[in-house]
């Protein structure tokens, strides 16, 4: 079975850094793109960073020059290194893996709360 496993979310001070990671099992991980996503109550779930599996990276405008994904293929590993954190940035952070040939596979792991609050 596919598993996609979150960790590192947490409480953090404005201004402060959290590193998420996540963890995935039973799919070929160097050929899928990774995401990022979030949701915050009462909004729509959105894309906060991907990476493609030739290394290409895309970030949401709210966080350019702030977050940073990578990723780890020997460890089948996604990393979103978040600095400079916002209360804006409150969410349930959620990792998905995506590829569209030869047709959509996408997965999702169940969610990681990160909070940014004094």
Same mark, same amino acid.
């Given at each position: 079975?596919?598993?996609?496993?979150?960790?590192? =979310?947490?409480?953090? +001070?404005?201004? !402060?850094?959290? @590193?998420?990671?996540? %963890?995935?099992?039973?799919?070929?991980? *160097?050929?899928?793109?990774? =995401?990022?996503?979030? +949701?915050?109550? !009462?909004?729509? @779930?959105?894309?906060? %960073?991907?990476?493609?599996?030739?290394? *290409?990276?895309?970030?949401?405008?709210?966080?350019?020059?702030?977050?940073?994904?990578? @990723?780890?293929?020997?460890?089948?590993?996604?990393?979103?290194?978040?600095?400079?954190?916002?209360?804006?940035?409150?969410?349930?952070?959620?990792?998905?893996?995506?590829?569209?040939?030869?047709?959509?596979?996408?997965?999702?792991?169940?969610?990681?709360?990160?909070?940014?609050?004094?």
């Amino acid at each position: 079975q596919v598993q996609l496993v979150e960790s590192g =979310g947490g409480l953090v +001070q404005p201004g !402060g850094s959290l @590193r998420l990671s996540c %963890a995935a099992s039973g799919i070929t991980f *160097s050929t899928y793109t990774m =995401g990022w996503y979030r +949701q915050a109550p !009462g909004k729509q @779930r959105e894309l906060v %960073a991907s990476i493609t599996s030739g290394g *290409s990276r895309t970030y949401a405008d709210s966080v350019k020059g702030r977050f940073t994904i990578s @990723r780890d293929n020997a460890k089948n590993t996604v990393y979103l290194q978040m600095n400079s954190l916002k209360p804006e940035d409150t969410a349930v952070y959620y990792c998905n893996a995506e590829r569209l040939w030869p047709k959509l596979y996408e997965y999702w792991g169940q969610g990681t709360q990160v909070t940014v609050s004094s």
